[in-house]
């Protein structure tokens, strides 16, 4: 079945410091899946960060930033510049049907500490 | 943006007894999710339910596992009777549309004694 494998554990970074998680996925009911990062800030629900449907391409949002890499079937995800808000546990997914979120895969979330 | 709510937040309950999870989902959505995620495991995906159907279970879906939604109400999950390995957070998720992008509620967690 499909798989997504993801930084483990916890992620300490100092404010103003770049970040990135790494994640790699396997699909294999299809060869181009969909892919996505989730974020949930304490006590809320998993919110969708970013998201790209079409290999190579980049998706953004919040400062975030994460490429579709076919070659290496990984989609890691960085930010130049973090801030204490940014606090939180990330997932990478994805999902094999083309341009819709049902199937989610996840992997098994990298929480991020941010230190003053 | 559109929040989806669960409740309790944390149940405690012993092994063999029943419990119910509820959802509050979005008020315009048709579709609804329950998702489990095991400390330290990644969250998978148990059962999808519209028009007051399943409509796709999982091999997590047990058959001590059922879903309703009565009369537009709560979006619960059931488990009856819970055994140990049913101690985990479960995750409701609601959509407008089917394959539209889900909305998660905060989870609650579930702790079998």
């Known amino acids: 079945g499909d798989s997504v494998t993801q930084t483990e554990g916890q992620v300490t970074v100092s404010e103003s410091k770049s970040l990135i998680i790494n994640c790699t996925y396997s699909a294999t009911s299809i060869a181009y899946p969909n892919l996505f990062w989730y974020v949930r800030y304490p006590g809320e629900g998993l919110q969708l960060l970013l998201k790209v449907i079409t290999a190579g391409q980049k998706g953004s949002s919040r400062g975030f930033e994460a490429t579709y890499n076919k070659e290496t079937t990984s989609f890691h995800l960085q930010k130049a510049s973090v801030q204490e808000s940014d606090s939180a546990v990330y997932y990478c997914?994805?999902?094999?049907?083309?341009?819709?979120?049902?199937?989610?895969?996840f992997g098994a979330g990298t929480r991020l500490a941010v230190c003053p | 943006g559109p929040k989806v709510l669960q409740i309790p937040s944390h149940q405690i309950i012993d092994m063999g007894q029943m419990v119910t999870l509820n959802c509050d989902p979005v008020s315009n959505h048709l579709y609804f999710y329950w998702y489990k995620q095991i400390l330290g495991q990644q969250m998978e995906f148990l059962v999808n339910?519209?028009?007051?159907?399943?409509?796709?279970k999982s091999k997590l879906f047990k058959d001590q596992f059922s879903v309703e939604r009565p009369d537009g109400s709560y979006f619960t999950l059931k488990i009856q009777p819970t055994a140990l390995e049913d101690s985990a957070v479960y995750f409701c998720?609601?959509?407008?549309?089917?394959?539209?992008?889900?909305?998660f509620g905060p989870g609650t967690r579930l702790t079998v004694l």
């Open positions: 339910f519209y028009n007051g159907k399943v409509m796709e």
């Open positions: 998720a609601s959509a407008k549309d089917w394959g539209d992008e889900q909305y």
């Open positions: 997914a994805l999902s094999p049907l083309s341009g819709s979120f049902n199937k989610l895969t």
